[in-house]
């Protein structure tokens, strides 16, 4: 009895006639509903059981694999490009928010400023037209509208700007508007970089706490004195400022004069600021106060 539970623990099963007495051992068999891989091998030992057959018994079960001769005739052949001329006709990607023609004012709110963006150089000074792709996208343009300025504890701060002032702003600051026929920018007052009217960028005049630094040059030779390519020269990160902004305001309003004056030989992060070419040829850069590391004598 124990032996017996014991059996029925371990997942046996009580033995029956059917399993005892097992099917004969002929072709009939391979016809029954469920064949077992021991009858195939019983088969094929005795010869009873071909290749063909073999393949025919295991082929039905297996009828849903067959390949599929659906035909899509509605959608028709295919053709390469029609694909962008037929789901993509007429979609035209705009780069600026396209402001109606009925609008024909726009007033800046807060602290933000209109500007009109200069038109991008069409030709090298050499006369060379340049196309679409190599045109220097403008990071300057005239001052056409600003807002009332922003509250800073008891005080009213003005926009530093005026109408008609050629400033410069940050590459990838605002938002590109088409008004009136002419692409515009809109822009808080803090992302422009300074006051040029001039079309030379050792001219500009820096706001809050921007500084303009010219760019020292880049070594030409290792230290044992191997000439090093344009490709292998170590971006430089020292250069002397060239003139500095009022400085930034305190929580009164008031401006904090910069720690670093005009003429100063600076050391400032690798990555900052905004690069720019002189006409000379120099190499300029415009970068916050905070991005000075330190003064070099």
Same mark, same amino acid.
């Given at each position: 009895?124990?032996?017996?539970?014991?059996?029925?623990?371990? *997942?046996?099963?009580?033995?029956?006639?059917?399993?005892?007495?097992?099917?004969?051992?002929?072709?009939?068999?391979?016809?029954?509903?469920?064949?077992?891989?021991?009858?195939?091998?019983?088969?094929?030992?005795?010869?009873?059981?071909?290749?063909?057959?073999?393949?025919?018994?295991?082929?039905?079960?297996?009828?849903?694999?067959?390949?599929?001769?659906?035909?899509?005739?509605?959608?028709?052949?295919?053709?390469?490009?029609?694909?962008?001329?037929?789901?993509?006709?007429?979609?035209?990607?705009?780069?600026?928010?396209?402001?109606?023609?009925?609008?024909?004012?726009?007033?800046?709110?807060?602290?933000?400023?209109?500007?009109?963006?200069?038109?991008?150089?069409?030709?090298?000074?050499?006369?060379?037209?340049?196309?679409?792709?190599?045109?220097?996208?403008?990071? *300057?343009?005239?001052?056409?509208?600003?807002?009332?300025?922003?509250?800073?504890?008891?005080?009213?701060?003005?926009?530093?700007?005026?109408?008609?002032?050629?400033?410069?702003?940050?590459?990838?600051?605002?938002?590109?508007?088409?008004?009136?026929?002419?692409?515009?920018?809109?822009?808080?007052?803090?992302?422009?970089?300074?006051?040029?009217?001039?079309?030379?960028?050792?001219?500009?005049?820096?706001?809050?706490?921007?500084?303009?630094?010219?760019?020292?040059?880049?070594?030409?030779?290792?230290? *044992?004195?191997?000439?090093?390519?344009?490709?292998?020269?170590?971006?430089?990160?020292?250069?002397?400022?060239?003139?500095?902004?009022?400085?930034?305001?305190?929580?009164?309003?008031?401006?904090?004069?910069?720690?670093?004056?005009?003429?100063?030989?600076?050391?400032?992060?690798?990555?900052? *600021?905004?690069?720019?070419?002189?006409?000379?040829?120099?190499?300029?850069?415009?970068?916050?106060?905070?991005?000075?590391?330190?003064?070099?004598?």
């Amino acid at each position: 009895m124990a032996a017996c539970s014991s059996g029925l623990r371990m *997942g046996f099963r009580p033995s029956s006639p059917a399993l005892n007495n097992p099917p004969p051992q002929s072709s009939s068999y391979l016809r029954s509903p469920t064949p077992t891989l021991d009858s195939y091998k019983r088969e094929m030992a005795s010869g009873q059981l071909t290749a063909p057959a073999f393949s025919a018994r295991l082929v039905p079960s297996f009828e849903g694999l067959r390949p599929s001769t659906a035909k899509f005739a509605s959608l028709g052949p295919f053709k390469a490009g029609s694909l962008a001329q037929r789901s993509f006709r007429g979609l035209v990607v705009r780069a600026a928010t396209v402001v109606a023609p009925k609008y024909t004012s726009l007033k800046p709110l807060g602290d933000r400023v209109l500007i009109k963006i200069k038109t991008a150089e069409e030709k090298t000074q050499g006369g060379i037209l340049l196309p679409t792709t190599a045109q220097t996208k403008p990071q *300057g343009g005239e001052v056409v509208a600003v807002g009332e300025g922003r509250t800073i504890g008891k005080s009213q701060i003005e926009i530093s700007v005026k109408t008609g002032s050629q400033v410069v702003y940050s590459k990838y600051a605002g938002t590109e508007l088409e008004f009136n026929g002419s692409n515009h920018l809109i822009l808080k007052e803090d992302d422009i970089l300074g006051i040029l009217e001039t079309d030379d960028v050792k001219d500009l005049k820096p706001l809050n706490e921007r500084i303009l630094i010219k760019v020292a040059e880049a070594e030409v030779k290792t230290a *044992g004195g191997l000439l090093l390519t344009e490709a292998s020269k170590e971006k430089p990160s020292i250069g002397t400022a060239i003139a500095v902004g009022p400085g930034p305001l305190d929580d009164e309003g008031n401006r904090k004069p910069l720690s670093v004056s005009a003429g100063n030989t600076v050391m400032y992060s690798k990555y900052a *600021g905004n690069d720019f070419k002189g006409s000379d040829g120099s190499d300029y850069i415009v970068l916050r106060a905070s991005d000075v590391m330190a003064v070099l004598s």
